[in-house]
């Protein structure tokens, strides 16, 4: 047994970390006062300013804001499915029209004219001195020829296409009563559809012309003129910009009630005034932890006492023969200490039984000694446990126990005529200066310490 006076000692992070994680129960204890602190705290000051009506004008803010926020809500939702309805009713207008697929300055136009005579027996019959021209009882009857009974499938030839729900678009039919004249104009992309369709049209008319037209009053239909041409639609123009104009706009806005939405969700409802309990207490929680990791790490570092038991073998050249885990004897049935336990030592922790009966084994297997004398800085009450272990392991020796030896006077002497010495210390209790002063003392009295045994 020697000194070492070379030994420098230093902070293991290590032993740090472990000498936390093994006072998790008062870390967590502390944590959550703390946690109920501050949440009543923060519940007793929101009951305290509502009692004292406060908080009227904030909790009327917070109504109008959940308002505004619920009708933002809505609003947008609503604005977003409008436009996009309207956005695909625009784009497949644009796929499907007729009229809107044109070329606006290169429009083929068919145009035909006809003229309304009515038939002499029919002026007989109106009264003298009346003023009503019976061709305008007949002019309506011309103007809606669309919405006669027209075969479908003779439509789609006639115009080639199958969306003959847009060819009104390409057809109009222009009444004049001042001459009593009609004139059809059919538009196209190409001269033939539009001659096609002025023939359709044109066996539409006549049939009319015999039937239902003839049936309101007695007429000829006179054709006074029909011909093709290319001309510029400024009226298609400015429909295919207009059109396009307000699907960017509508798209810009779709794209700005979006965003707007998004922001509304990311936000969340407005915050009701004086509340915020759980999150001040969850705060005060995380507070108390780290004020009791902090403390322990001051105290784990400002504490002068043994904190490690190769501070024996590095610093006094003293083996250990024995350590009495205290997580292995006492937290040994509680899972956690024991996956704590677990992961410091990387094995299980022996109970205290076999732990002593190793010790006994060392100390037999050295020189045969017929005294055993145990010295400590320890109270006496710590270190006859370790007395009561060894007694009955050892019946033909004597164990002593000598006490603390810096506090008793004949200590000294009774290490000194000792068989065997060995030193009990404990963990985080002992002060490694008054360990220091026994172990020089023991040198100097040339005492037998064959060794150490930690609590």
Known sequence: MQINRDYESETNLRGLLFYILYRWRSIIIIAILCAIAFGGKQYLSSVAIRDAEKLTKEEQQYQLDLQNYQENLVGNKAKIDKLTKRLEAQKEYMTKSIYFQLDAQNVWTAESKYLIKVNQSTQDSIQEGSTIDPADSILPCYTVLLDENIDEKTLKKAFNTDETEYIREIISVLSNVSDNTITVLISGSTKENVERGMELISRQIQQLAVGKAQEIAAHQLITLGRMVYLR????????????????????????????????????????????????????????????????????????????????????????????????????????????????????????????????????????????????????????????????????????????????????????????????????????????????????????????????
């Open 232 to 455: 510029v639609d400024q009226e298609l123009e400015k429909k295919q910009v207009d059109l396009l104009s307000q699907m960017t706009n509508d798209q810009k806005q779709l794209q700005q009630a979006r965003t707007n939405l998004n922001e509304l969700l990311a936000n969340g409802e407005p915050r009701r005034p004086g509340k915020h309990i759980v999150r001040i207490a969850v705060i005060g929680f995380i507070i108390g932890a780290f004020f009791m990791i902090g403390l322990y790490f001051i105290c784990f570092t400002l504490n002068m006492n043994l904190k490690e038991s190769s501070i024996m073998i590095k610093h006094y050249n003293l083996p250990v023969i024995g350590e009495i885990h205290k997580n292995g004897s006492l937290h040994r049935n509680r899972s956690f200490d024991k996956v704590i336990s677990l992961w410091e030592l990387g094995h299980e922790v022996a109970d205290s039984e076999t732990t002593y009966n190793q010790i006994a084994s060392l100390i037999e297997m050295q020189e045969k000694y017929n005294s055993l004398f145990l010295i400590s800085t320890l109270s006496d009450e710590k270190i006859l446990p370790v007395q009561k272990e060894l007694t009955a392991r050892f019946l033909d020796k004597r164990v002593e126990v000598g006490g603390h030896f810096l506090l008793k006077s004949d200590v000294i002497n009774k290490a000194a005529k000792a068989d065997a010495v060995i030193i009990v210390e404990e963990k985080y209790v002992s002060r490694q200066k008054d360990i220091h002063s026994v172990v020089e003392t023991l040198l100097i009295c040339k005492a037998n310490v064959i060794g150490t045994i930690i609590l």
